[in-house]
């Protein structure tokens, strides 16, 4: 990966030319996998600031964060400008940013709601089943041992099905050791 900074640097000082250091970070994005994508996005920000403060041309930096394919936001090159740099270029640019972290925050907030929501159901339903009782005969058995239920400590779900602690506890022991394996 260093060789496509090196020759991105190479190409935007030595030779001038951006159109070849973004033919590099695009070749570079095209074979370099997630874990890479911080590399890229520093390729990508190597050629911005060259032409913000080399060309010193709008269009051209727009033309830039286009062609850098969802790795660029225009946040993230705003830095590279004079702090009485007119915005009117990016209005829109800075519009459609501004509407895309609207979506996302309406699409948090939506899981936020259906989190919420499904907290509330399993709070409703561990509720309910702690006012939910069972009798226990004397003459009933463990499902697992057949041995009646009253000998040892047991467990009673709420589907009414009754099992030793031991038993339960060697029974579910038998699977999670069949998965570590």
């Known amino acids: 990966m260093g060789l ?3 020759a991105v640097k190479l190409a935007l000082t ?4 951006v159109h070849e250091a973004e033919k590099t970070a695009l070749e570079a994005q095209s074979y370099c996998s997630l874990e890479q994508q911080e590399m890229i996005k520093k390729l990508w920000l190597m050629i911005a600031r060259h032409v913000v403060e080399e060309e010193k041309d709008i269009k051209r930096v727009m033309e830039v964060i286009n062609r850098a394919e ?3 936001k225009i946040e993230d ?3 590279f400008f004079d702090d009485f740099f007119h915005i ?3 209005k829109d640019a800075i519009c459609k940013s501004l509407e ?3 979506q996302n925050i309406n699409q948090l907030n939506d899981d936020m709601k259906d989190a919420t929501d499904s907290a509330e159901r399993i709070h409703f339903d561990i509720s309910n089943l702690k006012k939910k009782n069972c009798v226990v005969e004397s003459s009933q058995n463990c499902y697992l041992c057949d041995i009646p239920l009253l000998t040892r400590s047991f467990y009673v779900f709420p589907c009414s099905h009754m099992y030793h ?4 506890v060697q029974e579910i022991t038998k699977y ?3 998965r570590k394996a």
């Open 4 to 6: 496509y900074e090196e």
């Open 14 to 17: 030595k030779l001038g030319n």
């Open 70 to 72: 969802q790795v660029l």
């Open 77 to 79: 090159i705003l830095p």
């Open 88 to 90: 009117d270029d990016f």
């Open 100 to 102: 895309i972290y609207n």
């Open 165 to 168: 602690t031991a038993c339960l």
């Open 176 to 178: 999670l050791s069949k």
